[in-house]
């Protein structure tokens, strides 16, 4: 977790500083930059990644079975530490196109009446369980750029009772929110997918209000791993 300081630049140069304590080279591999020093300066990202990011979720949203490469569902959630009594209480359709790559909701405790922003919220299955930890007098706002997500997370949060929840059409460079007007920002596996990096932790800082805090769940990769290693493993991207 990263708790921010008034200062946007001083929370940026902050978040850098812990986000960069892995050295390596400043390459694009498939949309990942080869290490958060790639936040600051990396290489053109591929031109196609955006629409091969949206193409890729919009199927992931209407078919989560077809989704072969990387793990996704219920049990996923599980290996990355959610409770297994909390997902096994939501139904199908509010885990099977989870897609995160850790627990953004482990990093810090949600606190009853806060403001949250699910950036980057699928399906909405962070947001449901974000929603309950802030309660009727807080909020969660779940942006992400595709409708067939949004439409899905919308659904399930009315199917599982949570009314504290609102999703917006957006995209992370842009968000679709004033500035100072959040507690927290969760993000969970969607850092790594975005182009403009610095750009998007920007708009992170804008959005939260003084003292707010980020609890980020992302992927990078580390110096060792070679570019052999990389390919086989494939992009959210491809
Ligand atoms: C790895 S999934 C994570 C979804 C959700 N947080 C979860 O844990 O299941 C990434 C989500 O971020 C959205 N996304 C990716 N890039 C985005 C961007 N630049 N702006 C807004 N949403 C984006 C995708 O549409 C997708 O729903």
């Given at each position: 977790m990263i708790e921010t300081h008034p200062d946007p630049d001083s929370a940026l140069c902050r978040v850098w500083s812990r986000l960069s304590a892995s050295a390596g080279t400043k390459r694009w591999v498939a949309g990942i930059p080869?290490?958060?020093?790639?936040?600051?300066a990396m290489n053109e990202p591929p031109a196609d990644l955006e629409s091969s990011v949206r193409d890729r979720f919009a199927a992931l949203a209407c078919?989560?079975?077809?989704?072969?490469q990387f793990p996704v569902g219920p049990s996923s959630a599980k290996r990355l530490g959610y409770c297994a009594d909390d997902i096994d209480a939501l139904s199908t359709a509010a885990t099977e196109s989870f897609a995160g790559v850790?627990?953004?909701?482990?990093?810090g405790n949600l606190r009853v009446g806060e403001i949250v922003l699910d950036l980057g919220?699928?399906?909405?299955m962070d947001s449901i369980l974000a929603a309950r930890r802030v309660g009727p007098s807080g909020k969660v706002i779940g942006v992400d750029m595709v409708e067939a997500m949004l439409a899905k997370a919308r659904t399930n949060a009315e199917a599982e009772g949570v009314v504290n929840t609102e999703f917006r059409t957006g995209r992370a460079d842009a968000l679709p929110l004033p500035a100072g007007s959040v507690n927290v920002v969760i993000t969970n596996g969607v850092f790594n997918l975005c182009a403009d990096k610095p750009r998007v932790a920007t708009e992170m800082f804008r959005v939260l209000r003084p003292g707010g805090r980020l609890q980020l769940a992302d992927v990078l990769l580390e110096p060792h791993v070679t570019p052999e290693e990389l390919e086989g493993k494939g992009a959210w991207s491809d």
């Open positions: 080869r290490s958060l020093d790639g936040l600051i078919d989560p079975a077809a989704e072969k850790g627990n953004p909701l482990a990093l919220c699928g399906a909405g």
